[in-house]
């Protein structure tokens, strides 16, 4: 069966430190109690902070980003109805601006689930957000089975391929979840090489990573 998930990339409000967004995540998450069509629809929730003891690893990873939400939905229609839910809408979206740079809508993306190695989902992940060269789709290649690489080490890999609405400046085509046991296991699959020299030639030929960003994240909240 398909899986169908809401990916968002976030930036907090500027008037949060780094250190207080994961909380004020965790809060604003908490109101999806109170929604009904949340509960029903959304199956799974990682809220994943980037690493801020960390900064720039792997080499190329981005700091001018503060999350990734990994939203698992019941089918592709629950996208629309929580969009278009009243009850999400009169208390969720209020909240939006105290947390995030914007409203959640205008960085979210639905994505529909390949799993390319079916392992644990850990405490770590490094997500790409990937940008095909203009008028060139994206395939996972060589991703797995290439000895000696990064991605060789990962617990778990999930290629997402972006369906639908793209907001204005998230303009991805393909996400990538790499989990890894540790933030040491990520520092050391990756060495000092740029996250963009260690994917294979195929898929690197096909993405513009001067448009394409890396986050190294970790759980924050999950559900359940």
């Not at 398909?2 to 207080?20: C, F, G, H, S, V």
């Not at 990937?130 to 395939?139: E, K, M, N």
């Amino acid at each position: 069966m398909t899986q169908w998930k809401m990916i968002y990339l976030a930036k907090r409000n500027a008037a949060l430190a780094p250190e207080d967004f994961p909380q004020a995540w965790r809060e604003h998450s908490a109101l999806g109690r109170q929604c009904r069509n949340v509960q029903d629809k959304v199956r799974t929730v990682r809220q994943c902070s980037r690493v801020l003891d960390r900064p720039g690893m792997p080499n190329g990873a981005s700091i001018d980003y503060d999350g990734v939400n990994l939203l698992s939905l019941r089918d592709r229609q629950a996208a629309d109805d929580i969009w278009n839910d009243e009850e999400t809408l009169r208390i969720m979206r209020p909240d939006e601006p105290r947390v995030f740079s914007t409203y959640v809508r205008d960085f979210t993306l639905v994505a529909e689930e390949r799993v390319l190695v079916d392992g644990e989902e850990t405490g770590v992940c490094v997500v790409l957000f990937l940008r095909a060269r203009a008028a060139q789709g994206l395939q996972a290649g060589d991703l797995i089975g290439v000895a000696g690489s990064p991605w060789a080490a990962v617990t778990r890999l999930v290629w997402n391929v972006v369906a639908g609405e793209q907001p204005p400046g998230y303009e991805y085509d393909a996400i990538v979840e790499a989990w890894f046991a540790s933030v040491e296991a990520v520092a050391d699959a990756f060495g000092r090489e740029s996250v963009w020299a260690h994917l294979p030639g195929g898929l690197a030929d096909q993405i513009d990573a001067t448009r394409s960003v890396c986050l190294l994240t970790h759980v924050t909240h999950r559900r359940p």
